[in-house]
């Protein structure tokens, strides 16, 4: 079996199980996220932060919830690792720096998980578990519970109740992390993922000494990094680590994981609006996108040109040979078009056009399918783009899903889309212009250049994947890519949630004769195009200097 073949059906067998799990799951998180009923143990957790599960809330009240949790977040992370040397477990390992701290903290609660440390030689295991793996689950439950609040804003009419944000994160966390992760772990287990508590040991005799592995709880982390799209790995190899992800069926596995939630709330989606086609509608621009992002990948990386690639069967640079081209390059698809960063491969070795995919999928805005949560409120947010444009077209006022889209829906949703291209293009130019950040480049030219622009796109983002080569320890990367991370999470938020405010005040718009119908393939096309053309007007000057001069030089 040739690779190109082995490569599809492994595509083939990825689509198949997220089909199958499409309509349960996103059937499921429509009624957690609808129901009525407090468990026990949610009844426990509300007591013990004080919250009052059933007071609805408008918007400013839900971003008070957002922004309030996720300061304590960075506050007590932050904390943790500058004291990780005085804490037992810690594996001998000292406190953290405080710019490296503070990078790690505001990556981890905004589900970057950019890492400018070694995992394996920076955090101790109550960091790991105590710190980190928590922020994997609660930063993932606040992508979903803001997606939520955006649905519940279409689906509601006079009234500005977005629901309980500590109703959603509880609820997100326990009804569907939680449980999915302990099966996701299970199985990660069953493939040779290690899931001990073990300290450091030599492993092996090699020349010039020996090597230290330390265990850790790696398959319960594993399972949340994937399923949250967090990415942020025990190891500093991320999941190109055999202890990480041992076997081409854990890689399948792991992307699974992946894509796993963002396309199945594209049915809870539908299900909350009371109308499933809408929910394909999107799932089908999801798919188009990842589908055709999917096959450049691996057509670039097959057929790439030159003495090594055409012994190997393609590029092979960077990449595990357990997992080959097809299997790297899915990964990469999937990890870059939703804001995962988990690797399996070093994507600064692949392909000039191939690295340049990577880049163009988190400057997309990470929505095909995107990040758990944010990928669905950035499609909708795109989606209300598309509806204005194909207004303005024919004239009339743009509707999308009974509700108009008037002058403060849409300088709201403008708002979203500019805020992260501003802090891309800012801090790269900045960190260019200044003589200090280049100082951490290990190549010049095109390719240089395009570890600082993929740095800050990954960190503005939410992404947290990196091209290999870019020393990004240092006191000012540390601190403007940690900014960055921070601006790139909440600002979008504050835009999406007042959206969602506008439209759930408005009385529901009886659909006519000239309603554009958004549930048919041209409407999705419609969308397609719009995601295409607004990221080539924002972001093709910048491609045109890095990923597009190395390919076309190559």
């Known amino acids: 079996m040739s690779p190109v073949t082995a490569g599809v059906l492994q595509l083939l067998a990825l689509i198949a199980a997220l089909a199958l799990a499409y309509r349960p799951l996103g059937d499921h998180m429509a009624r957690v996220y609808s129901s009525d ?11 013990a932060i004080g919250a009052n599960p059933s007071a609805a809330m408008h918007w400013p009240a839900y971003l008070r919830g957002v922004l309030a949790f996720s300061a304590v977040g960075v506050l007590f992370l932050y904390a943790l690792q500058r004291v990780q040397g005085h804490l037992p477990g810690s594996l001998g390992f000292v406190s953290i720096d405080p710019d490296q701290a503070f990078n790690t903290a505001a990556s981890f609660v905004t589900n970057t998980n950019w890492q400018s440390y070694y995992g394996e030689q920076a955090m101790g295991h109550v960091v790991q578990t105590g710190g980190l793996a928590v922020q994997n689950f609660v930063s993932a439950a606040v992508g979903m519970a803001v997606a939520v609040a955006l ?61 230290q592995w330390n265990g850790g709880a790696v398959a319960s982390q594993e399972a949340i990094k994937e399923l949250g799209t967090n990415g942020g790995g025990y190891f500093n190899a991320n999941s190109a680590h055999p202890f990480e992800n041992p076997t081409p069926f854990s890689n399948l596995f792991e992307i699974f994981l992946i894509l796993l939630i963002p396309s199945a709330l594209t049915r809870t989606f539908g299900r909350m609006v009371g109308n499933l086609r809408q929910g394909y509608a999107i799932l089908a621009t999801m798919a188009t996108i990842w589908l055709a992002f999917t096959a450049l990948m691996m057509w670039t990386e097959f057929a790439h040109h030159g003495p090594a690639p055409d012994l190997a069967g393609g590029s092979m640079e960077g990449k595990e040979n357990r997992f080959g081209i097809a299997g790297s390059s899915i990964f990469a698809v999937a990890t870059t078009l939703t804001s ?17 995919i990577t880049m163009l999928g988190m400057q997309l805005g990470e929505i095909a399918p995107g990040g758990v949560g944010s990928g669905l409120y950035g499609m909708l947010i795109m989606a209300v783009i598309a509806v204005f444009i194909a207004g303005l077209m024919v004239g009339r006022t743009p509707e999308y899903l009974g509700k108009k889209i008037g002058t403060r829906q849409i300088k709201l949703a403008a708002c979203y889309i500019l805020i992260t291209p501003a802090l891309v293009l800012c801090f790269t130019a900045v960190a260019l212009a200044l003589p200090t950040p280049g100082d951490s480049m290990t190549n010049s030219g095109a390719h240089g250049f395009s570890e600082i622009l993929y740095a800050y796109t990954s960190g503005a983002n939410n992404n947290g994947s990196a091209f290999a080569g870019l020393d990004a320890d240092t006191q000012w990367f540390n601190s403007t890519i940690g900014i960055a991370m921070l601006l790139g999470r909440f600002l979008p938020i504050v835009f999406v949630l007042a959206l969602a405010g506008s439209l759930a005040e408005q009385p529901p718009v009886p659909a006519t004769a000239g309603t554009l119908r958004t549930d048919k393939p041209l409407y999705a096309g419609l969308l397609v195009g719009t995601i295409l053309i607004l990221t080539g007007l924002t972001y093709f000057p910048a491609l045109a200097l890095g990923p597009l001069a190395e390919g076309l030089a190559s």
Do not use: M
């Open 151 to 211: 649905v519940r804003g279409f689906a509601r009419s006079r009234t500005g109740e977005l629901g309980n944000f500590w109703t959603d994160l509880v609820r997100g966390t326990t009804r569907i992390l939680l449980p999915i992760s302990v099966i996701g772990a299970v199985v990660l287990v069953a493939c040779g993922v290690i899931q001990n508590f073990s300290g450091i040991h030599e492993v092996g005799q090699f020349s010039g000494g020996t090597q």
């Open 37 to 47: 009923k407090h468990h026990r143990p949610e009844k426990w957790i509300y007591r």
């Open 340 to 356: 995962t960063g988990a690797v399996n491969s070093f994507h600064s070795s692949y392909t000039g056009l191939g690295g340049g």
